[in-house]
């Protein structure tokens, strides 16, 4: 994914109320800005960090600039727009990035399925081939030796999708959970079992059932966005 346009700097103040950061410009304005992300963020919000953000030309917009990326000072790159994980999935897809994931006519996004009225990310669709359903998750929390954890806080939402998930395999069609790593220090993903145990066991029970998990890292930088390397999912 290019960027329409390169990504500006600016350096952090604070991040509040969870969509909202505080940023002083290269020119030493202060102004405020959206953050698409309303996770926990651990890491990834350090008050004197360098960000990049985008620029909105839609004039309803209260906030114009969107927060996009951290560059830490340990010279790591996370993206932090939660958005962006689904877009590049998609989009590695569709130029057959992924080979275990290759081999379907068909792609659609935002689909309702399962018993607990959930949406899934994607589904694949081939005439010759079970539907493939793919739930996709953004990784940016890095904790020792370069593991990231999955997820940042506890998530009755992403306990959901693993039950979901669950059955899809059970009836027969292909599940799959990505995790989309968008912190370039993050050289494997595990579940994170200090965060939130539930997730953790509802995971090892949806790959008992047949559930598939990948896990693949992002090139990132100012201009582009792209899913370039799988890493191993740690059990």
Not at 168 to 176: F, K
């Amino acid at each position: 994914m290019i960027y329409p346009s390169p990504l500006q700097p600016a350096t952090l103040i604070r991040r509040y109320k969870r969509f909202l950061a505080d940023v002083t410009l290269p020119d030493g304005t202060e102004t405020t800005m959206h953050c698409a992300n309303t996770g926990a963020m651990t890491g990834c919000a350090e008050p004197g960090a360098t960000i990049w953000y985008s620029t909105s030309d839609n004039p309803k917009r209260k906030y114009a600039h969107s927060w996009e990326l951290t560059e830490t000072q340990a010279g790591d790159w996370i993206c932090i727009n939660t958005a962006r994980a689904n877009q590049i999935v998609v989009e590695a897809l569709k130029n057959d990035h992924i080979p275990e994931l290759s081999g379907y006519a068909s792609l659609r996004t935002e689909v309702k399925y399962g018993t607990e009225n959930s949406r899934v990310d994607i589904v694949l669709d081939d005439p010759s081939l079970p539907s493939c359903f793919i739930e996709v998750k953004s990784v940016t929390l890095l904790e020792n030796d370069g593991r990231g954890y999955f997820p940042d806080a506890v998530t009755t939402r992403g306990q959901k999708h693993l039950r979901e998930l669950a059955e899809v395999a059970a009836n027969g069609q292909r599940a799959v959970l990505f995790f989309a790593v968008l912190h370039s220090g993050i050289e494997n993903v595990a579940a994170a079992h200090h965060i939130d145990p539930v997730y953790e066991t509802l995971l090892k029970q949806a790959e008992k059932a047949g559930v598939e998990v990948f896990c693949y890292r992002a090139d990132i930088s100012p201009t582009a966005l792209t899913l370039n390397q799988r890493v191993e999912f740690a059990q």
